[in-house]
């Protein structure tokens, strides 16, 4: 029973008390109206309560201490760190349980209520709803513009043919506000199109000015910024830096529709990282900008909140609220592991641009940054483009390359304005990697096994266990015909993939590497890392742990999620080689150096999926380290994060050389979790890993095989399964139920002490205390 319920039955009771009490009718409702009032404030305080609880959560999960990031600065007015905002205030979390969650991205045309938009008076409704929610729980509010703007000339030079004006805006209160821009105006006669940025970007607007363009460059940046004092000029608003950096772009748009060179339908604004957050921000709030072509702007910008937690192993809410405090509203760090209850979501920010033009563009690559969830954005904010009729106004260009931007993508950035500016005709194509998610298969002719009855011995178990394994073979597809690969031979040079210059690798002082690359891979061509310990005894054979990561699209094994910063897979991989361990490290299909090998996987093997390659690699891995003559072949072990959890028990279920799993975070039941959860849909449609699984979107309980299952056909083997309280991602009772289950089997086989469950009141994330229980789960 909730909270909220036990009030509800204590309430129900003392009414039908009142009710059998012989009295005058006029004491009656005297008393009736006591017990409302009593019932109503043991409510209160009751929800209360629960959001003081939720507030110590988050106290817990998220990382401490601002002061120690050079780029925060305050978070308010009045406040120099988030928690001197929360307790001037004393603002708690809302309560989390009378949210709805929303584990996808929030549908942009369905309201609030969840009503389908289908007429452009709906869609007005839902903008100011998204404008209202977005300033409320991540940018604060803003205020109506000044109206008072004026300009001053600072400078009017001549710079060849070009004319070049430093000009200062004065607005708002006693006009102590300011904006300094500077203006270069082509030769030419009419109006022309504008290309706005920030000062920091004052080369792009060079080279839109060989084009044509008038730019415009204004101080909204970190190496020059007036808006900064807007925070004391308009001290009943709460807008965050990002949000005031976006206002201000909007009064040299004010200024702008005063100048008669100016063509005022084609005013474009653009931004990289920081500055590409304030761009988009400028244009979903301010319907003058025309277009807007953002750059790498990651989390905050593209980049949903919620494909931005601990397992995307891009920038999440408590890093980049620690890191650059000032940027949100302190609100918005309320919802570090509980992004699925955010109201809003940068997919509904970026929707208020359309129709209007929009470029999302980024390396896929790139640090901090989620090339799959920034797909995820796309596909969403182009629904409403298309229900807008103008599906040509939005672009995506992905890259491949470093964080910094280069001439020649910043030139194709403005072939995307030309082209929808009408100024000429280029061809631009959407690059995507993630769109198709492969086609679902007939239903097997078998039915599913259900882990429901009671077996008297393995014996009885061993029917069940082949058809579990049998239907888990028919989701993961039809394997290709292959050969077995060619023995590793250690010591030959060492030739990377190039990518992993801009990734990096994890580093671990003292650790002896082996790469196994292209001259010398695994598998079917798989490259891979063995960290092995550097002072191990000749004679000693190494026990070795295959890593398989989170969904770290951009980067592989590359980086893990680091509570204190980091790179975590350098701590994670240097503990356990610590411990005398060896690491062999792969990135899986369509993650980091392998992006491109995935985007054509359903082309190319319409009847396997995914998830089958990725558990083809793990045995292509056990396959490689058994030619090893110092690696113990009976102490392969895996240890799988999130996505790489569930494919190492796949592995681990179908091949008996792996002597144990230590899972993390890695699944929630796909028959039994709450719809909430999302859990056989996340596999299926969200990221296409088992396309087969799709068919039974509708009718879950009836999936051929579950985790349940397939952790069954691990017994008697090691199986360490951490399933933190905290992960939204997981049905944490459905969760229980499938390994109450699982223990079971492991007592069928008179092996309990050989499994064990963990429920640690942690978020998705691979924790400390939690390397140090899996080493010593290893080594029992």
């Known amino acids: ?121 709906a869609w007005n409704a839902r903008r100011d709803w998204i404008k209202k929610e977005f300033q409320h729980w991540v940018s604060g509010s803003i205020p109506p513009a000044p109206g008072n703007v004026k300009a001053q000339v600072l400078s009017d030079r001549m710079e060849g043919k070009v004319r070049v004006q430093m000009i200062r805006l004065q607005f708002g209160p006693q006009g102590r506000a300011r904006m300094t821009l500077e203006l270069m105006i082509p030769p030419g006669a009419g109006a022309r199109p504008v290309y706005m940025t920030q000062w920091t970007h004052r080369s792009w607007a060079q080279l839109a000015l060989r084009r044509g363009y008038i730019t415009c460059v204004y101080a909204a940046a970190d190496g020059m910024d007036d808006t900064e004092a807007y925070q004391a000029l308009y001290p009943e608003y709460d807008f965050s830096l990002l949000m005031r950096r976006a206002w201000g772009a909007s009064r040299v748009v004010d200024y702008l529709f005063t100048r008669k060179e100016i063509d005022t339908a084609r005013i474009a604004v653009t931004g990289h990282s920081r500055n590409g957050k304030q761009s988009l921000w400028a244009a979903a709030f301010d319907d003058r900008i025309a277009a807007v072509v953002t750059s790498s702007c990651g989390t905050g910008g593209i980049t949903p909140f919620r494909y931005s937690d601990p397992q995307y192993c891009n920038q999440t809410i408590d890093d980049i609220c620690a890191n650059a405090a000032h940027w949100f509203h302190p609100r918005l760090r309320f919802f570090f592991g509980r992004e699925d209850r955010l109201p809003v979501d940068q997919n509904l920010l970026l929707s208020l641009i359309a129709p209007r033009a929009l470029l999302m563009h980024y390396s896929i690559v790139e640090r901090q940054l989620n090339p799959w969830a920034n797909e995820q954005c796309y596909q969403s904010v182009k629904k409403v483009y298309d229900f807008l009729g103008k599906a040509d106004n939005i672009g995506v260009f992905p890259r491949m390359g470093e964080h910094a931007v280069t001439t020649r993508d910043l030139e194709r950035c403005l072939d995307f304005l030309d082209d929808r500016f009408s100024r000429r005709k280029l061809h631009w194509e959407n690059v995507l990697y993630y769109a198709n998610t492969g086609t679902p298969a007939e239903r097997p002719p078998v039915k599913p096994v259900f882990l429901s009855a009671r077996y008297s011995d393995t014996t009885a178990f061993k029917p069940d266990k082949q058809r579990i394994l049998h239907n888990l073979q028919w989701l993961l597809g039809e394997e290709p015909p292959g050969v077995c690969p060619a023995r590793i031979t250690p010591g030959l040079p060492s030739r990377q993939d190039w990518i992993s210059s801009i990734t990096g690798r994890p580093q671990v002082p003292g650790a002896r590497i082996i790469h196994l690359t292209p001259y010398n891979s695994m598998g079917d061509h798989l490259s891979g890392m063995l960290y092995c310990p550097a002072d191990t005894a000749a004679h000693k054979k190494m026990p070795v742990i295959i890593y398989l990561h989170q969904y770290a699209y951009a980067h592989g094994f590359a980086f893990g999620y680091n509570k204190d910063g980091g790179n975590g897979n350098s701590k994670l991989f240097r503990k356990l080689i610590e411990k005398g361990y060896a690491v062999l490290a792969i990135d899986m299909l369509g993650f980091g150096t392998r992006i491109e090998e995935g985007k054509y996987f359903y082309e190319r093997y319409p009847q396997w999926s995914k998830m089958g390659k990725m558990v083809n690699d793990v045995k292509a891995c056990v396959d490689a380290l058994t030619g090893f003559d110092d690696i113990d072949h009976q102490r392969i072990y895996v240890l799988g994060n999130t996505i790489g959890g569930s494919v190492g028990l796949m592995a681990a279920a179908e091949d008996e050389r792996i002597a144990g799993v230590a899972a993390v975070a890695a699944f929630s039941p796909w028959r039994s979790s709450n719809r909430q959860y999302e859990s056989l849909r996340t596999y299926s449609d969200l990221h296409g890993f088992l396309p087969a699984l799709r068919g039974y979107a509708e009718k879950p309980g009836e999936a051929p095989v579950d985790f349940g299952e397939i952790l069954s056909c691990i017994a008697p083997r090691k199986l360490l399964v951490i399933a933190p309280s905290l992960d939204r991602h997981a049905d944490a009772q459905a969760v229980r139920r499938t390994m109450n289950n699982v223990e079971e089997i492991y007592q069928l086989y008179n092996a309990p002490q050989q499994l064990e469950f963990q429920t640690p009141a942690e978020i998705n994330r691979l924790s400390d205390n939690m390397i140090g229980q899996v080493l010593r789960f290893f080594a029992g």
């Open 1 to 121: 029973m909730t909270g909220n319920e036990a009030v509800f039955y204590k309430y129900a009771d003392r009414r039908n008390m009142a009710a059998q009490i012989d009295m005058p009718r006029a004491g009656g409702v005297f008393i009736l109206l006591l017990l409302l009032i009593s019932a109503g404030s043991l409510r209160a305080q009751t929800v209360t309560d629960k959001r003081k609880k939720f507030l110590e959560e988050i106290l817990s999960i998220n990382t401490p201490n601002e002061h120690r990031f050079p780029i925060s600065r305050r978070v308010s007015l009045l406040d120099s760190t988030w928690k001197d905002w929360q307790a001037r205030t004393g603002e708690l979390p809302p309560d989390f349980d009378n949210m709805p969650s929303h584990p996808f991205l929030p549908e942009p045309l369905l309201d609030e209520k969840g009503r389908k938009i289908s007429t452009r008076e």
